[in-house]
């Protein structure tokens, strides 16, 4: 089946380094890949989404570029800041684009 | 807009007890979601509804897991029996529609069973 693979649980960064948060995905169709995030406290809300047209979708300064060759959909950011620290999972749509089968989780801690 | 609204935020119940989560979807939004959210398992995706229609169940733990959307303004998680394995928090999410396939969550129910 469907299925996302997030290998890092806890990303532990400095502030002012650059991001990259890892995604992979196994899916027999071209599916929509998605960035969520979710602050402490706070309910999961959409990141990112991935366009169909190729070209690299951006919000608050992350981007991530889907690599159909891979099957990867890294989040990258060019310089962390300390408000960036929450929980990050990447999903990938079904085939009806409706429901979405999410990754573990990566935990991204920025340090002052 | 209040967003999504899920009831209780906190339930503890003891080893065996019955487990009922609410979830109120952003009005006018066509399909509801239900997700467990762990540490080890992430995100799991257990059912969802489409026009209040059971599109998708299959994440749900066939015994003891039941979910109803009875109108568009309100769905319901049911557990029987609860066990110390369905501990973990609920998550309730709506989404637009017509294209726009967007997740918008709740902040969840923390489910406890001692």
């Known amino acids: 089946g469907d299925s996302v693979t997030q290998t890092e649980g806890l990303v532990t960064l400095t502030e002012g380094l650059p991001v990259m948060l890892n995604c992979t995905y196994q899916?027999?169709?071209?599916?929509?890949l998605f960035w969520y995030v979710q602050h402490l406290n706070e309910a999961p809300k959409l990141l990112l989404k991935s366009f169909t047209d190729n070209k690299r979708p951006e919000h608050q300064g992350f981007h991530a570029t889907l690599h159909k060759s891979s099957s990867s959909f890294h989040l990258q950011k060019s310089s962390a800041q300390l408000s960036d620290s929450a929980l990050y999972y990447c999903a990938l749509s079904d085939r009806m684009g409706y429901k979405l089968t999410f990754g573990t989780g990566t935990s991204l801690l920025v340090d002052p | 807009n209040a967003g999504v609204i899920q009831t209780p935020r906190h339930k503890v119940t003891g080893k065996g007890q019955e487990a009922t989560l609410w979830c109120e979807p952003i009005s006018g939004h066509s399909a509801v979601f239900w997700y467990r959210q762990t540490i080890v398992q992430g995100l799991e995706f257990l059912t969802y509804?489409?026009?209040?229609?059971?599109?998708?169940d299959s994440g749900m733990p066939k015994e003891r897991f039941s979910a109803q959307m009875p109108n568009q303004s309100h769905s319901t998680l049911k557990i029987q029996s609860t066990q110390p394995q369905d501990s973990a928090v609920y998550l309730c999410?709506?989404?637009?529609?017509?294209?726009?396939?967007?997740?918008?969550f709740g902040h969840g129910t923390k489910l406890s069973v001692l």
């Open positions: 899916s027999t169709y071209s599916p929509f």
């Open positions: 509804f489409r026009n209040q229609a059971p599109i998708d």
């Open positions: 999410a709506s989404s637009p529609g017509q294209g726009d396939e967007r997740l918008f």
